[in-house]
């Protein structure tokens, strides 16, 4: 998650956290960055004029104030128990911190009772996560350079457990026989290649434009498979 991206995410936490507030520390959990850099954005957020302010003590945090908060949208309780089961699922996969965001934005905007009933419903939803999260700094960074078609360095760990480090044009994300693969035009190789997400040892987005390359240029997906748009 970018910046900006993550600044306007932050503000929707903390409306949503209301006159409890929320602690730079469970902040910086949430959003998968120090500290550090939780009190800097906060800092930039006052600077533009958000209404948010330190409240100190024990159990103190940053709290919003009351007129901050949007108008309700018509999301069900329901309908938020199925963006939530969704993200929970999804925990610590490709663009979990956008569908966390988001996620955040549509209870931000409901009412006190439509949110009770939501947090009813969600508390009798359980999700058994077995699978390994990929590291936060790698996953943002394969993100990025999907997101904004950058060329990408990974530092990869093969079958045979040989380490090489590419430079890669990302072409898509895609998830098959329970793996993620990013699939993109590997410049050492000088093909398109997969590479499953979990043999990434590093990865960081460059600044330098990747080859536009088509989705369609990958192949045909499995008849099982489909992109989200169509979902």
């Given at each position: 998650m970018n910046r900006s991206d993550r600044l306007y995410a932050l503000r929707e936490q903390l409306r949503r956290a209301g006159p409890a507030g929320r602690t730079a520390g469970r902040l910086a959990e949430v959003f998968e960055v120090?500290?550090?850099?939780?009190?800097r954005d906060i800092s930039t957020l006052q600077h533009g004029g958000f209404p948010v302010w330190a409240r100190p003590g024990p159990g103190g945090g940053y709290v919003v104030d009351a007129?901050?908060?949007?108008p309700p949208v018509n999301f069900t309780d329901a309908e938020i128990s199925g963006l939530a089961a969704a993200v929970a699922a999804?925990?610590?996969q490709p663009?979990?911190?956008?569908?966390?965001?988001?996620?955040?934005?549509?209870?931000?905007?409901?009412?006190?009772?439509a949110q009770e009933r939501a947090t009813v419903l969600n508390n009798r939803v359980w999700?058994?996560?077995?699978?390994t999260a990929s590291d936060a700094r790698t996953r943002r960074a394969i993100e990025e350079a999907l997101h904004e078609q950058r060329v990408l360095v990974v530092h990869?760990?093969?079958r045979?457990?040989?380490q090489t480090t590419r430079r890669v044009d990302p072409v898509l994300l895609a998830r098959t026989r329970g793996e993620w693969?990013?699939?993109g035009y590997c410049r050492t190789r000088e093909a398109l290649r997969w590479f499953r997400l979990d043999r990434f040892t590093a990865a960081h987005c460059t600044t330098e434009p990747a080859a536009k390359i088509p989705a369609a240029a990958v192949g045909a997906p499995p008849a099982t498979a489909k992109a989200i748009a169509e979902f």
């Open positions: 120090s500290v550090r850099t939780i009190k007129a901050a908060t949007l999804h925990r610590g663009f979990d911190s956008y569908a966390r965001a988001a996620l955040v934005k549509a209870l931000s905007v409901m009412d006190a009772r999700i058994d996560r077995t699978d990869y760990r093969d045979h457990d040989k693969y990013l699939v």
